[in-house]
């Protein structure tokens, strides 16, 4: 299966055997640059954040396509309600929507779709799809799409630590059984193995409070591409650097 067209150079096409063995398992990515790309053009915002639907939906078929077991994508930031309302309100309407179109297809490609963060406070019709689309894609086995949504890294470590003094309190936990795994199970990501790479496009090189936990030896790949510009190519280049680098996790190697 190609992948990545020749450049008319005669350079090599890159297939998923190309690529393999060495994918990661899970890819998390920062998706950045809606707004810049939308002024550059002249633009308002709102066209910037559709355009980077577009990117979305076929970054999600390759995952697929490459056999990633998890995508976990940042789609909306506890600190994005500080953006006009204007804009949040075109946020959870795209959400709506790109669940809407793309629900039978992720169902019929074996994707899961899961979400971290507190929907609760999502808008009515944004929770309905997040549930409909949970419920119609819970039996499949392929890649876990994982979709971040008024997600916070410190937030969900503080309800983590709070989870755990509760439980302490009523004696469910003894503060001695308190390690890194149980920790780990009160988090959102919940026996989904860490983010092997971070792709952050837009040419931003921080983290923005995104998987604080989760990210501790995760490897990370910034690039200047705007995210809207951000397309099947690029995730083969982020991919090809992570597969060149090498993984001591705080060791050294033998």
Same mark, same amino acid.
């Given at each position: 299966?190609?992948f990545w ?16 063995p +060495?994918? =990661? #398992? ?6 950045d640059? +809606?707004?810049r790309?939308?002024?550059? #053009?002249?633009? =308002?915002r709102?066209?910037?954040? %559709? ?7 076929s970054?999600?078929?390759?995952? $697929?396509k490459?056999k990633?077991?998890v995508?976990?994508?940042?789609? /909306?930031?506890? *600190?994005n309600?500080? %953006? ?5 309100e075109?946020?959870?309407n795209?959400?709506t929507?790109y669940i ?11 994707? %899961?779709?899961?979400t ?5 406070r999502?808008?009515l019709?944004? @929770?309905? $799809? ?6 119609k894609?819970?039996e499949?086995?392929?890649?876990? /799409? ?7 890294? #410190?937030?969900?470590i503080?309800?983590?630590?709070q989870?755990?003094a @509760? !439980? ?14 149980? &920790?780990e ?8 193995? !860490? ?5 952050? =496009? $837009?040419?931003? @090189? ?7 936990w989760?990210?501790?030896y995760t ?5 200047d591409t705007?995210?809207?510009?951000f !397309?099947e190519s690029? &995730?083969?280049?982020?991919?090809e650097?992570?597969?060149? #680098? *090498?993984?001591r /996790? ?5």
């Amino acid at each position: 299966m190609l992948f990545w067209k020749s450049n008319g150079n005669n350079t090599p096409l890159k297939t998923a055997q190309d690529l393999n063995p +060495n994918i =990661p #398992r899970h890819i998390a990515i920062i998706m950045d640059g +809606n707004g810049r790309w939308a002024k550059k #053009r002249g633009l =308002p915002r709102t066209a910037g954040h %559709r355009a980077g639907v577009k990117s979305l939906k076929s970054i999600v078929k390759l995952c $697929s396509k490459l056999k990633v077991e998890v995508l976990t994508v940042y789609a /909306f930031s506890t *600190e994005n309600w500080k %953006r006009p309302q204007e804009e949040v309100e075109v946020l959870m309407n795209l959400l709506t929507e790109y669940i809407s179109s793309e629900l039978e297809a992720l169902s019929e490609n074996n994707v %899961r779709v899961r979400t971290i963060g507190e929907i609760e406070r999502l808008p009515l019709e944004a @929770q309905k $799809s997040i549930i409909k689309a949970k419920a119609k894609t819970t039996e499949n086995t392929g890649m876990i /799409f994982n979709i971040a949504l008024n997600y916070g890294g #410190r937030n969900e470590i503080l309800k983590a630590v709070q989870e755990i003094a @509760q !439980d302490a309190i009523d004696q469910k936990l003894k503060v001695e059984e308190i390690e890194k795994e149980v &920790l780990e199970n009160y988090l959102y990501t919940k026996g989904l193995p !860490d983010p092997d790479l971070l792709i952050r =496009p $837009s040419g931003e @090189q921080r983290i923005s409070n995104y998987l604080l936990w989760q990210l501790a030896y995760t490897e990370f790949w910034f690039t200047d591409t705007l995210w809207p510009d951000f !397309d099947e190519s690029e &995730l083969i280049k982020a991919i090809e650097a992570y597969q060149k #680098r *090498e993984r001591r /996790f705080g060791g050294l190697k033998i």
